[in-house]
């Protein structure tokens, strides 16, 4: 997602649109459910819940978004001090782990950020050619899927096929990257 799309983004949430949201959870819901199993050493109860949390606080915090920063990175702060909450109000942690956790400066979260992103980078390589390009323009580049059609000539729904498809490969290996413990 390009840094213009994302500004687009929050302030349509800002604006309360709904649609915006949906859009801003399909494209880092899975960041930040990784992350938050990252910090929870693979609690998926506890970080489905953090999610959740994590997309109710921007619906209602939007307007705190700096725009001079990267929304992975303000994403994954907010994940964090969610979880760090979480595990206070929780009798499962101890203060060490919870102490652990605030510690985490936001220099490690955007290093958490560059691994997930290079992973992710090296995944969207390993998919088939038609696949790949469409991902790329539209989550790297920024462009519409009518864009892509336009830019490809090919049909619309051709483009749809091909990112579902590829959106599909790219989950499907994070869930791998969980399960093998890369994503902790």
Same mark, same amino acid.
């Given at each position: 997602?390009?840094?213009?799309?994302?500004?687009?983004?929050?302030?349509?949430?800002?604006?309360?649109?709904?649609?915006?949201?949906?859009?801003?959870?399909?494209?880092?819901?899975?960041?930040?459910?990784?992350?938050?199993? @990252? &910090?929870?050493?693979?609690?998926?109860?506890?970080?489905?819940?953090? %999610?959740? *949390?994590?997309?109710? #606080?921007?619906? /209602?915090?939007?307007?705190?978004?700096?725009?001079?920063? @990267? &929304?992975?990175?303000?994403?994954?702060?907010?994940?964090?001090?969610? %979880?760090? *909450?979480?595990?206070? #109000?929780?009798? /499962?942690?101890?203060?060490?782990?919870?102490?652990?956790?605030?510690?985490?400066?936001?220099?490690?979260?955007?290093?958490?950020?560059?691994?997930?992103?290079?992973?992710? #980078?090296?995944?969207?390589?390993?998919?088939?050619?038609?696949?790949?390009?469409?991902?790329?323009?539209?989550?790297?580049?920024?462009?519409?899927?009518?864009?892509?059609?336009?830019?490809?000539?090919?049909?619309?729904?051709?483009?749809?096929?091909?990112?579902?498809?590829?959106?599909?490969?790219?989950?499907?290996?994070?869930?791998?990257?969980?399960?093998?413990?890369?994503?902790?």
């Amino acid at each position: 997602m390009s840094y213009r799309d994302e500004n687009r983004l929050i302030k349509e949430i800002q604006e309360k649109n709904l649609n915006a949201l949906d859009e801003l959870y399909r494209v880092f819901g899975r960041l930040v459910f990784s992350y938050a199993l @990252k &910090l929870l050493n693979g609690d998926r109860y506890s970080a489905e819940e953090i %999610t959740q *949390d994590v997309f109710m #606080k921007i619906w /209602k915090k939007a307007h705190l978004f700096d725009q001079s920063k @990267k &929304l992975s990175t303000w994403l994954l702060t907010i994940t964090k001090n969610t %979880t760090i *909450d979480y595990m206070r #109000k929780s009798s /499962k942690f101890t203060k060490v782990d919870i102490d652990k956790l605030a510690e985490i400066r936001e220099s490690e979260v955007d290093l958490d950020v560059a691994v997930m992103t290079n992973q992710l #980078k090296e995944e969207i390589k390993k998919l088939p050619p038609d696949q790949r390009k469409v991902i790329e323009l539209m989550y790297i580049q920024g462009h519409t899927q009518k864009e892509i059609a336009e830019l490809l000539n090919i049909p619309l729904g051709t483009v749809k096929s091909r990112v579902k498809l590829g959106i599909n490969r790219l989950r499907r290996q994070m869930q791998k990257w969980e399960v093998q413990g890369h994503a902790k």
